[in-house]
């Protein structure tokens, strides 16, 4: 079935460095990736997300890019601060249809 | 605007006991998604509602069953507790079931403890 793996669980960086999030998709046909922040004790927020039509999209300090052919797409966040600490979850999707989430990575950025 | 709304916000049952968890979808929204939020197994699927019918369900037991009205707002019920269905419960919402054109926001989330 529908499957979505996500490394690493956990990463620790020091601030200013990059981290990088990856992400493996099973369905071939999904064509949508959201990533979400969620800090601790909060709900999800929608930080970048693209389409299958695109290969890399930028948001001031994230960015995101997609290798269709390998079915995986990564996260990557420069000059990390430490209010980036958080948990990172990839989502894929064929749209309508519903969110197939990763397990989640708890990225810690040390001042 | 106000946000999605979960209630109750926290809740502890017994094994064998049934729940009920509500969520109220940012106004004009009108689909609304159900997750299961676990420490090991992240976020999980279990169903998506719109115009007060399911149109997708996840991989999880009859036990689990939700519901739709005709102002959006969604209740999901939960039978027959295990301890296994200890989690936080978390709601979604968007305008229209086009998850890559609208944004599903999130509700603070239910967060279930059984005995």
């Known amino acids: 079935g529908e499957n979505v793996e996500q490394h690493p669980s956990t990463l620790s960086v020091q601030e200013g460095d990059s981290a990088v999030i990856k992400c493996t998709y099973s369905?071939?046909?999904?064509?949508?990736f959201p990533w979400y922040k969620q800090e601790l004790g909060k709900r999800p927020q929608l930080i970048i997300d693209i389409r299958s039509n695109v290969g890399e999209k930028k948001d001031q300090r994230i960015a995101v890019t997609l290798n269709k052919t390998a079915k995986h797409f990564s996260l990557h966040i420069t000059e990390t601060q430490p209010e980036d600490s958080a948990v990172y979850f990839c989502a894929a999707s064929k749209m309508p249809d519903k969110l197939i989430f990763g397990t989640g990575t708890r990225l810690q950025v040390f001042p | 605007k106000a946000g999605v709304t979960q209630t109750p916000r926290y809740l502890i049952k017994t094994r064998g006991q049934q729940v009920t968890l509500s969520c109220s979808p940012i106004?004009?929204?009108?689909?609304v998604s159900w997750y299961q939020q676990t420490p090991g197994q992240g976020l999980q699927f279990l169903f998506e509602?719109?115009?007060?019918?399911?149109?997708n369900k996840g991989n999880f037991p009859g036990r689990f069953s939700g519901r739709q009205f005709s102002n959006s707002r969604s209740e999901m019920n939960v039978s027959t507790l295990e301890l296994g269905d200890s989690a936080l419960y978390l709601c979604?919402?968007?305008?229209?079931?086009?998850?890559?054109?609208?944004?599903?926001?999130f509700g603070p989330g239910t967060r279930l403890t059984v005995l």
């Open positions: 509602y719109f115009s007060e019918t399911q149109r």
């Open positions: 979604a919402s968007s305008p229209t079931r086009r998850i890559s054109y609208n944004e599903q926001f």
């Open positions: 369905d071939s046909a999904s064509n949508y």
């Open positions: 106004s004009g929204h009108r689909s």
